[in-house]
């Protein structure tokens, strides 16, 4: 019996002043919503609504779960790397999803959330660039847009920052990179999440400082805190990238040093022979940098015994 009630607006009025919610109008949205809480607990029906929304999340979250895991065994990745160093990807992935979580709770800004995904993607990009870890960030970006409660384009936002951060990461040898990356990885973002923002319907204006500027900076950020702790994650946690083996090559390590002043024969045939071996694996796809550092070290135990091989025996 109630009239429908229309307010019209002209063209660029202010809807309500800046600032912060008056106490008026705060303690209305608190009856409101425990008017909600309270429909919630006598209403049957919409509480298995609600107990059902809970349950499909749980269920979503588990097959997304349950499908990497199976794509890992039939890729025969299982055995990816040390225990340690996969317990520190799980815990890193937890981690960021409920940052994400607490991020939709209580900051105003959810984009914020878009540099946790970053992080995490730009570690997996550099512990490991298998196809498992690409099939582990596809699933945290799922997760993640689930748990901040947005539609498609972040996910779409998501996943510019997995595709440039596996692109450029893939063989990284400089940790200066990490920061190279992270600018252009931050670019994109900037660029992806306003195209969705204005696709979403939303002005260039309120997209630029509510969203993109917000998921850009994060993403930087997330690139400069993975430059400061990629070292102490190295060491705490045994994962070999790139960088450690580059320190393992360089020839003033103590044991290379040892080598080539008690085996000079011995070490000049392990720099041959880990040149021939790097050619070789990249030829075939592998990974290059491994086997030479590999091959550098193969005949260390002829130290202790230096003179019963050939190649250090006067003529």
Request: proline share 3%; aromatic share 8%.
């Amino acid at each position: 019996a109630v009239p429908v009630q229309v307010v019209e607006y002209p063209v660029d009025a202010r809807l309500a002043d800046a600032g912060v919610i008056n106490e008026d109008e705060l303690a209305l949205l608190r009856e409101e919503h425990e008017a909600f809480r309270a429909r919630q607990a006598i209403d049957k029906q919409a509480a298995a609504a609600a107990r059902l929304q809970t349950i499909a999340r749980g269920v979503i979250a588990f097959l997304l779960v349950l499908g990497v895991g199976a794509y890992i065994l039939l890729r025969r990745e299982v055995r990816a790397g040390p225990a340690p160093s996969l317990a520190a990807v799980a815990l890193t992935l937890l981690i960021v999803l409920a940052a994400c979580r607490v991020t939709y709770l209580y900051a105003a800004y959810p984009y914020a959330a878009v540099g946790l995904y970053a992080f995490a993607v730009f570690l997996l990009a550099l512990v490991s660039g298998r196809t498992s870890a690409q099939a582990a960030a596809a699933m945290l970006a799922i997760l993640a847009t689930m748990a901040l409660r947005q539609g498609m384009w972040m996910l779409v936002v998501m996943g510019a920052i997995m595709l440039v951060a596996f692109a450029l990461l893939r063989d990284t040898r400089r940790r200066g990179q990490i920061i190279a990356v992270g600018v252009v990885t931050a670019l994109v973002t900037l660029v992806t999440t306003l195209l969705a923002a204005v696709i979403d319907g939303q002005t260039l204006e309120f997209a630029f400082w509510n969203r993109a500027l917000w998921a850009a900076v994060t993403t930087l950020a997330a690139a400069f805190l993975v430059e400061g702790l990629l070292p102490g994650i190295e060491r705490l946690f045994g994962v070999t990238t790139n960088m450690t083996l580059l320190e393992w090559c360089d020839p003033n390590k103590p044991l290379l040093r040892m080598m080539a002043a008690e085996a000079p024969g011995t070490y000049n045939h392990s720099l041959l022979v880990g040149t021939l071996a790097g050619a070789c694996a990249e030829a075939i796809g592998a990974n290059g940098l491994l086997a030479r550092t590999g091959a550098y070290y193969h005949d260390i135990g002829k130290i202790n015994k230096p003179e019963y091989f050939v190649e250090n025996q006067s003529a």
